[in-house]
């Protein structure tokens, strides 16, 4: 989810620290390595930072701890501006994927999602997880 950050910013409110721009290094580096790049923000700027507008993406917020994750979920989902931020998924994943939905079918689409995500169901996901896993590991070196 994304939340679209309009250019001017009220007095009331203060945007996280984060980088002014992104450098061709750092922009690399995201191309290459986004876990690690987005890793070593988090480390430099702690778990919520600001990112600057990146390729087709808007500047927008990085929420890297588990209390910010919760409150962004939870949140009203009108405020949400997912579509426009998520275009350059939609070759991989299609207009009608929920990543690229807002509004009315976004929140239907979520509804059908939904109870494949609740606490028991996810607990019975949880031994094919640890399988998987285990067997991905057999073969390491």
Not at 32 to 39: G, I, K, N, Q
Request: with cysteine; glycine share 4%.
């Amino acid at each position: 989810m994304t939340l679209i950050i309009e250019p001017k910013v009220s007095n009331n409110s203060k945007l996280p620290q984060g980088p002014n721009h992104y450098s061709l290094l750092a922009k690399l580096n995201f191309i290459f390595s986004p876990l690690s790049t987005l890793e070593s923000q988090r480390n430099r700027y702690g778990d919520i930072y600001y990112s600057p507008s990146f390729a087709s993406f808007p500047p927008f917020i990085i929420i890297a701890n588990a209390e910010g994750v919760e409150a962004l979920f939870t949140a009203d989902p009108k405020i949400f501006d997912t579509a426009s931020c998520n275009r350059a998924f939609q070759p991989l994943l299609g207009s009608q994927s929920i990543l690229q939905l807002d509004g009315n079918p976004h929140e239907q689409r979520r509804k059908l999602l939904m109870p494949s995500f609740h606490g028991q169901r996810l607990q019975s996901y949880g031994k094919i997880i640890i399988d998987v896993t285990q067997s991905i590991i057999k073969h390491w070196q």
